[in-house]
């Protein structure tokens, strides 16, 4: 299971992502804390989500092609320290009180904008930092082990740390665990990869749309995805009120919501790391898109936090396991020239259409409907979307096995993207 870390590039990138993705959602748990105690709005909850999400929609496909053509790691150490800066100057803002939800909002573009090239780099430099291509899948899994880890242990430790000591100190800790993965970066020892590409930029962005619309797994992949974004995942917006309007806690039940949901994601992430073919991966889609929905259904009905609890393990090893099967059909058999430009469409997909479900989900959770009756409209979408997805599981089978006979074996192992869910 662990196999990928025999190389040395990956052991020292998963060590550094390991120590950012806790900072990572530490801020995050901590951001809407902040905004939803300053405001007590939903609508700003999604309009903060909204904002931290749409650059990779608007700028997907022509971040994947520029990134097609620069230095993955060059690239990535850029990003990095651009989304240390965001977290320190939100950190200062905060700890100074002087912090508006106006603030919140520009550095949450900011972000959005830095992760618009960073998600997509990241994707395609797993490949580069593997002394042996067949652990591929390996490294993808680890990757989603990894983020999912972070993701119990982050807002656990968000929990406690809001409720003792206020969010900029999460914000603080957030900026100085990107030094770890940038130093990580600069420690690697890299073979070059040849970026000297023939044809104009808007030629090979054609190129790219292309490939996608011609590549069925692909395509059917990135189209789920997609509906899910929308439709199912932006629950995650509506939290801070389920802690605080339903279930009548603080910052520590949002914290341990959090975790439980992140929790069940591990676990996910774990069982399909031991897969060993994409084989019947088709039929998994469809259960966990269902899974999904279903949970979010009894998480939306349930008034207890015990309850709560046990649920969303459920939510979140249903929805990693939908994710991590729809990046490892990209991962898998994506070539490696278009690699980039199919990782900036997988951000397109997921991170890129969530901000117009976290905007819809704040607004209708602003009706008479509130966030349980927005959360079980979600979780109903969802299981629409499994429905129509299962009419072409045939389809997707008969391209499935095609394209694995022509691959072979040694890259058809199972993982996820990490930076999914």
Known sequence: MFRALRSRNYQLYFSGQLVSLVGTWLAHVAMSWLVYRLTGSKLLLGLVAFMGQIPSFALGPFTGVLIDRWDLRRTIIATQALAMLQAATLAILTLTGVVTVAHVVILAAALGLINAFDMPARQAFIVQMLDRREDLGNAIALNSSMFNAARILGPAAAGIL????????????????????????????????????????????????????????????????????????????LMPVFASDILHGGPRTLGFLSASSGAGALIGALALAARPSVRGLERTLVVATAGFG?????????????????????AGFSAITLLASCNTLLQTFVDDAMRGRVMAFYGMAFMGMMPFGSLLTGALAETSLGAPGTVMINGSSCILAAIIFARKVSALRAELERALGATGSKTTSIGDGGNGM
Do not use: H
């Open 162 to 237: 809001v409720a003792a000591v206020g969010e900029g100190l999460c914000f603080l800790f957030n900026s100085l665990s990107f030094l770890a993965v940038i130093a990580a970066l600069l420690a690697m020892r890299l073979t070059p990869v040849e970026r000297n590409p023939a044809k104009k930029a808007w030629k090979e962005l054609r190129d790219g749309l292309g490939y996608v619309r011609d590549s069925v797994p692909i395509r059917s992949a990135l189209l789920l995805m997609a509906l899910v974004s929308v439709s199912g995942v932006p629950y995650m917006v």
């Open 294 to 314: 279903a949970a979010l259904i009894l998480f939306a009905l349930s008034r207890w936090f015990a309850l709560s609890v046990l649920i969303l393990p459920l």
